[in-house]
C-alpha cells in the first residue's frame, strides 16, 4: 500500500492514497449521488445515528477532489464546546486528510477505532482536534462491480467499546445501502 506524503503541520498522519477516485467518481456520477446532500441518505444517517446512540453518523461519497457527505447527521447542539464558547460545525465537503473514512475507502474493509487516541496513526487526525472525536466505526460501500462507492460510519467524542456487534451492524448497514443504491438507480426510500 502507498501513502501520500506526510502533511507538513508535524503530524503523524497518512492518508492512504486513493487510486480508484477517477473511477469512483465517474460511477457516482452515472449514479446521480456525490453532488448534492440526499435527504434519504441524510434520513439514513440519522437512523444509524439513533441505532449507535452516537452524535454523528454519515454517508460520505468520496471524489477526486476530497470528501463528501451525501448523507449526514449531526446533533442539532454540538458535543464539543472550545474555550470561546463556540462550537465546530461539521461541513458536508471536508479534505482528504480529515477523518477516518479514506483509510476505509483504501483498506477495502470496515475500521474500528474504540478509543483514537490508542493509535498515534490516528490521534493526530484534525477531526480529533476540531471535533473531539474519539471513536469510529465505518465501513465500506462496495458496489456490484467491486467499486468502493465510499463509506458508512459513525462516530462519537467519547471512547466506545463497539465489538463485534458494532462491526457486524455497519457492515450489514453498508451491505444494506449498496443493495438500495444499486437497485433504485441513487437512492433509497428511506
Given at each position: 500500500?502507498?501513502?501520500d ?17 477517477p ?12 453532488e ?17 446512540g ?27 464546546v472550545?474555550?470561546?464558547?463556540t ?37 493526530g ?34 471512547p ?14 453498508a451491505?444494506?445501502?449498496v ?12
Amino acid at each position: 500500500m502507498t501513502y501520500d506524503p506526510p502533511r507538513p503541520a508535524g503530524r503523524l498522519l497518512l492518508t492512504p492514497e486513493d487510486k480508484e477516485a477517477p473511477a469512483r467518481t465517474r460511477r457516482l456520477r452515472r449514479l446521480g449521488l456525490g453532488e448534492r446532500p440526499e435527504p434519504a441518505l441524510d434520513a439514513f444517517a440519522h437512523r444509524l445515528a439513533e441505532l449507535t446512540g452516537v452524535p454523528y453518523a454519515m454517508v460520505n461519497l468520496p471524489d477526486e477532489q476530497g470528501q463528501f457527505y451525501a448523507g449526514l447527521y449531526v446533533p442539532a447542539v454540538a458535543p464539543v464546546v472550545r474555550s470561546d464558547g463556540t462550537s465546530p460545525r461539521l461541513s458536508r465537503a471536508l479534505p482528504r486528510d480529515h477523518g477516518f473514512c479514506p483509510h476505509v475507502v483504501a483498506r477495502r474493509k470496515a475500521l474500528v477505532l474504540e478509543d483514537v487516541g490508542d493509535y498515534p496513526r490516528f490521534a493526530g487526525n484534525p477531526v480529533v482536534d476540531e471535533f473531539g472525536i474519539r471513536s469510529y466505526l465505518g465501513a465500506p460501500l462496495i458496489d456490484g462491480t467491486g467499486l468502493v462507492l465510499g463509506t458508512v460510519s459513525v462516530a462519537d467524542v467519547e471512547p466506545r467499546p463497539w465489538g463485534k456487534p458494532g462491526l457486524t451492524a455497519i457492515k450489514d448497514h453498508a451491505a444494506q445501502l449498496v443493495v438500495e443504491l444499486e437497485s433504485r438507480g441513487g437512492l433509497p426510500p428511506y
